[in-house]
C-alpha cells in the first residue's frame, strides 16, 4: 500500500481542562508510537473552539469540523481514525466521542454513554456500588452549596479528601484534617468543576492496573504500586521526577494480584469500557477499594500504562496498532 493510501490517523491532544499540559505530553508520546509503515499520523491540538493540524511541531492547517478533515497544499486530507489523548473535557466525558459517533468515524475510547458515566465520579461510584465494589463513603456538593463543615465532619469522620467531581491529575484535590479546611477545600475543587467530592479517608496503599479489549479479548496489565512521597498522589507527585517511587509489577502475593486483576477485568466489562483504561485503587486489610476510572489515561513516556506494557513484554507501538486495527476492522 503506498504512502498515500495509508489510513489517516488523528492523535488528538489538548481539551479545556487544567489537564492541557499533560495531554499535550501523552499526545506527543501516542504520535511517536504509531507505526509508520501501517499509518499516516498527524498530531490534532485542540482548545475551544480552535482545532489545529500539527507535523513536526509546526501548525500546518485548521481542522474543517464539519467532516474532521484539513486541506493541505491544497489536497483535502480526511482522517479514518481518532485517537483520543485528551484528559478531561471534551476527550473524556463523551464530548468528543459524540462528535465522531454523528460524523460516523472510529476512535480510541469507551463511548459516549461509558465516558460521560466514568467521568463523573458521583454517578461512577454510585453505580458501580450496586454490584458490590467497595469503595469510601462520599457525599457532593454543587457550586454555591451551603456548606456545614461540622456536619460533613460528624458524618464521614477525619481526616477526608476533597476533590473535582469531573476532572483529574489531581487538580483541585485537598486532604482535609480539621474541620476548619472543609470550606475552603471545596471551593478549590469547584474550581476545576461544578460539583465537589468529599470523601472518607481510607488509609492504606495506592495501586493502578490498566486493562484493554484487543481482538475480543480483554488484556490486563501488571499492577503499579504507587508510593508518593507527598501525603498523597497529587499533582506534584504525579509529575514531578522521583516525587513518587512507582513500582511495577507491585510487590503483592499472588492472591491479591489476582483479586486486584479481577476487579480491573469486572469494572472494564460493568463500565462497558473500550480502549485503554486505568482502574486506580486503595489496599486496606487486603481489600482493594476503588478510586476510580481513567478512560483516557496518562500516556507520556514515564506514565503507568506505558510501564505496565513494558513490565507485560510488549511495546506502546504494538497495542496501538491493535486498537486502531481492530477499530478500523
Not at 504525579?238 to 489476582?258: F, M, N, Q, S, V
Not at 486506580?280 to 496518562?298: M, Q, S, W
Request: net charge negative; glycine share 8%.
Amino acid at each position: 500500500m503506498s504512502k498515500t493510501q495509508l489510513p489517516n490517523i488523528a492523535v488528538i491532544a489538548g481539551g479545556d481542562s487544567s489537564e492541557f499540559v499533560v495531554s499535550v505530553k501523552s499526545g506527543a508520546n501516542i504520535l511517536k508510537a504509531i507505526d509508520t509503515k501501517k499509518f499516516n499520523r498527524w498530531l490534532v491540538q485542540m482548545q475551544g473552539q480552535q482545532w489545529d493540524v500539527f507535523q513536526d511541531e509546526k501548525k500546518i492547517a485548521e481542522v474543517d469540523k464539519a467532516d474532521f478533515s484539513f486541506t493541505c497544499d491544497g489536497k483535502k486530507i480526511k482522517f479514518d481514525f481518532a485517537y483520543i489523548t485528551i484528559h478531561g473535557t471534551p476527550g473524556e466525558d463523551g464530548i468528543l466521542q459524540g462528535y465522531f459517533e454523528l460524523l460516523n468515524i472510529p476512535y480510541s475510547t469507551c463511548n459516549v454513554h461509558s465516558s460521560s458515566l466514568t467521568f463523573n465520579k458521583w454517578f461512577c461510584n454510585n453505580y458501580l456500588r450496586t454490584f458490590g465494589i467497595k469503595m469510601a463513603v462520599s457525599q457532593k456538593f454543587k457550586t454555591g452549596e451551603t456548606i456545614h463543615p461540622e456536619a460533613i465532619a460528624g458524618q464521614l469522620g477525619l481526616p477526608l479528601f476533597i476533590k473535582p467531581n469531573a476532572g483529574g491529575s489531581s487538580f483541585g484535590i485537598t486532604k482535609v484534617k480539621e474541620v476548619s479546611q472543609i470550606k475552603a477545600a471545596i471551593e478549590k475543587a469547584w474550581q476545576e468543576s461544578d460539583e465537589a467530592l468529599v470523601e472518607q479517608f481510607i488509609d492504606g496503599h495506592e495501586f493502578t492496573c490498566g486493562a484493554v479489549r484487543l481482538g475480543g479479548k480483554k488484556v490486563i496489565f501488571p499492577i503499579t504500586e504507587v508510593i508518593p512521597q507527598n501525603e498523597f498522589f497529587d499533582y506534584e507527585a504525579k509529575y514531578t521526577p522521583g516525587a513518587t517511587e512507582e513500582i511495577t509489577p507491585a510487590r503483592l502475593p499472588e492472591e491479591l494480584t489476582a483479586k486486584c486483576k479481577k476487579l480491573t477485568a469486572d469494572i472494564y466489562d460493568l463500565c462497558e469500557c473500550s480502549g485503554i483504561v486505568r482502574v486506580d485503587f486503595i489496599l486496606k486489610n487486603n481489600e482493594f477499594y476503588f478510586l476510580e476510572v481513567n478512560t483516557t489515561p496518562g500516556m507520556t513516556a514515564t506514565s503507568f500504562i506505558p510501564q505496565q506494557i513494558a513490565a507485560m513484554g510488549s511495546t506502546l507501538q504494538t497495542i496501538i496498532t491493535q486498537i486502531i486495527e481492530d477499530k478500523l476492522a
